[in-house]
T-cell receptor, first 114, second 109 residues
Framework: DAMVIQNPRYQVTQFGKPVTLSCSQT?????MYWYQQKSSQAPKLLFH???????NEADTPDNFQSRRPNTSFCFLDIRSPGLGDAAMYLC?????????????FGPGTRLTVT | GQNIDQPTEMTATEGAIVQINCTYQ??????LFWYQQHAGEAPTFLSY??LDGLEEKGRFSSFLSRSKGYSYLLLKELQMKDSASYLC??????????WGAGTKLIIKP
């Protein structure tokens, strides 16, 4: 089945220790997104890629970086995690501009910072 | 500015009907989405409306009024497994989703 895969599902890191989260997709969608979601809050868009074009949200901290080496894979790097970065990180994909526009989500990576 | 408003929490009884409302303001408009999110899991797509009116999909229906900036999600014959958060999201002119914080739906036996 076509899907969005995220690894790992759970990640524990120490304060200030870099961490990388990965996402892959078999949907062949051209748009990929990284969201941060904290408990009982809306998903917060960090970045998205439209094909190879990288789009950084204005309020995404510099501590967060992303890479998309090819259509199928995308990575989220947190250079120096702080306690406030503990959250669920969601990867999603969609197809644009022709649609359908719904975003398909991976299962998420829950990040704990100790 | 862009904004999505929906109630924080609702309670309903198993077997009943519940309507979750959403009002939206987006820069341009390319449709309104509803997602279901169980605790600790990722959102899953429920519905997409871009034209006014009601879209029915099994026990779930979604309604849109573009002139009022208003949508609702209607859930019929509620089951315990419907206990979840329901997220409303408007798509703006850049095809980006503006998300609401979600409505936590509690189903009681």
């Amino acid at each position: 089945d076509a899907m969005v895969i995220q690894n790992p599902r759970y990640q524990v890191t120490q304060f200030g220790k870099p961490v990388t989260l990965s996402c892959s997709q078999t949907l062949n969608h051209n748009v990929m997104y990284w969201y941060q979601q904290k408990s009982s809050q809306a998903p917060k868009l960090l970045f998205h890629y439209y094909d190879k074009d990288f789009n950084n949200e204005a309020d995404t901290p510099d501590n967060f970086q992303s890479r998309r080496p090819n259509t199928s894979f995308c990575f989220l790097d947190i250079r120096s995690p702080g306690l406030g970065d503990a959250a669920m990180y969601l990867c999603a994909t969609s197809r644009a501009p022709d649609g359908p526009y719904e975003q398909y989500f991976g299962p998420g990576t829950r990040l704990t910072v100790t | 500015g862009q904004n999505i408003d929906q109630p924080t929490e609702m309670t309903a009884t198993e077997g009943a009907i519940v309507q979750i409302n959403c009002t939206y303001q987006t820069s341009g408009f390319n449709g309104l989405f509803w997602y279901q999110q169980h605790a600790g899991e990722a959102p899953t797509f429920l519905s997409y409306n871009v034209l006014d009116g009601l879209e029915e999909k099994g026990r779930f229906s979604s309604f849109l009024s573009r002139s009022k900036g208003y949508s609702y999600l209607l859930l019929k014959e509620l089951q315990m497994k419907d206990s979840a958060s329901y997220l409303c999201a408007g798509m703006d002119s850049n095809y980006q989703l503006i998300w609401g914080a979600g409505t936590k739906l509690i189903i009681k036996p």
